[in-house]
């Protein structure tokens, strides 16, 4: 089982070029992939995002990748004109603007963002696809084992929690056949207050005992909650797509446990609803974070 949340890097260093990739992963309902490279990669992000997707199904991927080449041969450096020309044009219209003195100049201008490039030839660009591929590889696997150990921790204590879960629900189940008969000895103690020495009218009595009992009969409910108990703990013992299937069961717990606390018009019955209530939506809260 994997955690959505992570961090993984990697860096080659050989021959004069420096690349390093970093991963951070936060929760999220898809996978959404947010490459932040230089300007020179701009024609490897294809290859970047199949990569990711090839290791990472859910979650918020944030990559960022910094290149550095020492070697002097083959740099070809390109200049982005109209972005340079953007770049004076909004000078002037500071220095119009504000009473500053305006040292913007050749310098000035080549240090703003992507205004100077490297122009990588295409052999070029092949080795550079090959080296940004096997270190992207390397930090997803240095970032999948973080999730690992991560998503361990979440199975270990919802799996906890699943026991306490079915702690009540057991609980509820063998407190759940005793209110019919409770009700019953409440109504003819209530009767006989009311009408003393009169004879009330038995048929009449077994049939509101029985119509209560209908309302107020949470057998499945209670059924489908050690079901569900149950798929969780197959769920989690299979890891294949958990996050999702996990996602949708809890609806389901929440779904039954909010039908027992409506249904038992039982005190005791309704306080075991509100602390299931409660573990299921720890549960929840730690099923948002799994893959």
Do not use: W
Request: glycine share 4%; proline share 2%.
């Amino acid at each position: 089982m994997l955690s959505m949340t992570g961090y993984g890097k990697a860096e080659y260093s050989q021959n004069g070029i420096t690349l390093t990739v970093e991963l951070k992963t936060v929760n999220n309902r898809f996978l959404d992939i947010i490459p932040k490279y230089p300007r020179a990669f701009v024609s490897l992000d294809d290859l970047i995002r199949k990569t990711v997707q090839s290791k990472i199904k859910r979650g918020r991927v944030e990559l960022f990748v910094t290149y550095q080449n020492v070697n002097e041969s083959g740099k070809t450096l390109t200049v982005d004109k109209s972005l340079a020309d953007a770049y004076v044009n909004v000078s002037r219209e500071f220095a119009k603007i504000y009473p500053i003195v305006d040292d913007f100049g050749v310098t000035s201008l080549m240090r703003c963002p992507d205004v100077v490039n490297e122009q990588m030839e295409g052999e070029d660009t092949e080795v550079l696809a090959e080296i940004l591929q096997q270190t992207l590889i390397s930090a997803l696997d240095n970032l999948i084992s973080m999730r690992k150990t991560e998503g361990e921790k979440l199975k270990s204590d919802i799996l906890s929690r699943a026991k306490t879960v079915e702690t009540l629900v057991l609980e509820v189940k063998e407190r759940a056949p005793k209110i019919k008969a409770e009700y019953e000895e409440r109504l003819r103690t209530k009767m006989t207050e009311i009408l003393g020495d009169v004879k009330y009218d038995e048929t009449r009595l077994l049939q509101e005992v029985a119509i209560f009992a209908d309302k107020s009969n949470i057998d499945e409910e209670l059924t489908r909650l050690t079901s569900h108990i149950a798929q969780l703990r197959e769920i989690c013992a299979n890891e294949i797509d958990a996050g999702k299937k996990l996602d949708f069961l809890m609806q389901e717990f929440n779904r039954e446990t909010n039908t027992v606390c409506s249904k038992s018009n039982d005190l005791e019955i309704t306080r075991r609803g509100l602390a299931l209530k409660n573990e299921i939506e720890k549960m929840r809260e730690q099923v948002q974070n799994i893959e």
